[in-house]
């Protein structure tokens, strides 16, 4: 019997033995049934006490390892084989039909694609990503450290279940939602893991496959994956120069989801009259308004407008905010702020899925706002986005072969090419040539969907490579009219 133990191990030797002989026997190195050695031959054999054989053939055999033959000896356990069987090979194991187990998702929508290697590329114009090494990381690191001090160590780092962070939430109510003209009080706010996990809770509290929801045409495809797998209705209602047009009548509509700042994916604002006008038929029609407000710090010519919630005075607005375009979207930090008891709802189901959104990015981030280094990022950030937007607008209009309308914020370009134009074809071409743009087809509900605009993000992209690569992608566009 080959067994190795080792006397200056801490573990006593009668467990190294016991140990020794349950994997021989799960290894198959004694057959069912058979006898192993007496304590006291065994005992001799590893120069060992009897009585140390003797515990350890007494724990394999509570364990059932072993069992006891009245005036024999122990033998390895007869019913062991069946635990320790070998599985069929795996070609024999029943397949599991997991699609049949999970069911459909009922969405059919196409996805938005994003390259793994997009921010490698030498001219990144990537979508809907900031530029993260803008982010504020000395004041971060030092709202972190303050977050883990003793005054704040509980907050952080205890179990919240349903509730969230106080100081978070006061930050918002006394700095950030103000700055949006929204006043809200603690009882309004959720905390979420960024706008999307607000859309989902929002969907999941408010849509079923009886709702219609209405969405701007072209849209956030992610948004509509969302409310698709709840089985609702999709409404596209096409986006003109004034943002999403609205019929005169929605009342067959119970949401309709807006992202009224700058529109996704044209950047178009919302107009003040548009505004009211959705406003006033959500009364008078009965149907909720979910306001997805998120990158409407950014602004370049002119004041950010308002956020539609601010002039909410029905309850309708559910406000989707988020600090993935001001801070960095790997945070995944944002808020719900609507009527108390939809926001009730919402806890309840978050409670369900995460419990809370990690305490610690929430004292962090009210700390960070608190200290007043938030505000400042976010001047900082807008004055670097402006040189980009300046240097993206310079660069459009000497490289781009038809007139583009530079947006006045938002963090991206829409450039809708001619008719017969094949944006998908170019943006396939363009990251061959080391430019990554993106086609905006997916943003269609339509069928056949448009695929003759392309899409331009200018916030990551590094302000040196902006004039180069809009020439770049100048020409690889004139190469396809
Ligand atoms: C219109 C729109 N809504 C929501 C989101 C999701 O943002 P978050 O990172 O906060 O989930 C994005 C992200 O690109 C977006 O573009």
Redesign the pocket.
């Known amino acids: 019997m080959l067994l190795q133990l080792d006397p200056s191990q801490p573990e006593p030797l009668y467990r190294q033995l016991r140990v020794a002989i349950a994997e021989a026997i799960e290894k198959g190195r004694f057959a069912a049934g058979e006898l192993l050695p007496s304590s006291r031959a065994l005992a001799a054999d590893l120069d060992l006490s009897r009585n140390t054989v003797n515990m350890a053939y007494q724990e394999l055999m509570a364990e059932g390892f072993l069992e006891s033959i009245p005036r024999v000896g122990y033998a390895v356990n007869r019913d062991l084989r069946r635990y320790l069987a070998k599985p069929p090979p795996v070609e024999e194991t029943p397949r599991i039909d997991w699609q049949e187990r999970m069911g459909e998702l009922g969405d059919d929508l196409p996805h938005l694609e994003k390259p793994a290697e997009r921010h490698s590329e030498p001219y990144a114009f990537v979508v809907?990503?900031p530029d993260v090494s803008l982010f504020p990381t000395r004041s971060w690191m030092r709202a972190m450290r303050a977050a883990m001090s003793p005054e704040h160590a509980a907050s952080s780092l205890g179990d919240r279940f349903d509730t969230d962070d106080p100081l978070l939430v006061e930050m918002l109510c006394r700095h950030v939602l103000p700055a949006r003209g929204i006043s809200a009080s603690s009882e309004e706010v959720l905390i979420?893991?960024?706008?999307?996990?607000?859309?989902y809770l929002v969907s999941r509290a408010l849509l079923d496959p009886k709702k219609r929801v209405a969405v701007e045409e072209p849209g956030?495809p992610?948004?509509r994956h969302i409310f698709k797998r709840r089985g609702a209705r999709l409404v596209p209602l096409p986006v003109d120069d004034q943002g999403m047009t609205i019929p005169a009548n929605l009342s067959r509509v119970d949401l309709v989801s807006v992202?009224p700042s700058h529109h996704?994916p044209t950047n178009v604002t919302l107009s003040v009259g548009r505004r009211q006008q959705l406003l006033s038929q959500a009364a008078a029609q009965d149907f909720i308004i979910v306001e997805?407000d998120?990158?409407s710090e950014f602004r370049y010519q002119g004041r950010p407008t308002p956020a539609l919630k601010a002039l909410d005075e029905t309850g309708r607005v559910v406000y989707?905010g988020?600090?993935?375009?001001f801070l960095a979207?790997g945070l995944?930090l944002?808020y719900v702020v609507a009527d108390v008891a939809l926001i009730a709802r919402l806890r309840d189901l978050r409670r369900y899925m995460l419990r809370h959104p990690p305490g610690l990015l929430q004292r962090t981030m009210g700390l960070m706002i608190q200290a007043g280094d938030y505000v400042r990022s976010i001047r900082r950030s807008r004055i670097a986005l402006k040189d980009k937007w300046e240097r993206t607008a310079a660069a459009v209009e000497h490289h781009v072969p038809w007139e583009v309308t530079m947006p006045t914020g938002g963090l991206s370009l829409w450039l809708p090419g001619p008719d017969g134009f094949d944006a998908v074809a170019v943006a396939a071409n363009a990251l061959a040539e080391g430019v990554v743009v993106e086609d905006g087809s997916v943003c269609y509900l339509s069928q056949p969907a448009p695929r003759n605009a392309l899409r331009l993000g200018f916030a990551g992209t590094k302000a040196d490579a902006i004039e180069p690569g809009i020439e770049a992608l100048g020409s690889i566009i004139r190469r396809h009219l």
């Open positions: 809907g990503e979420t893991m960024g706008s999307q996990n607000g859309l956030y992610d948004a992202t996704y997805d998120y990158d989707l988020s600090f993935s375009k979207p995944r944002g």
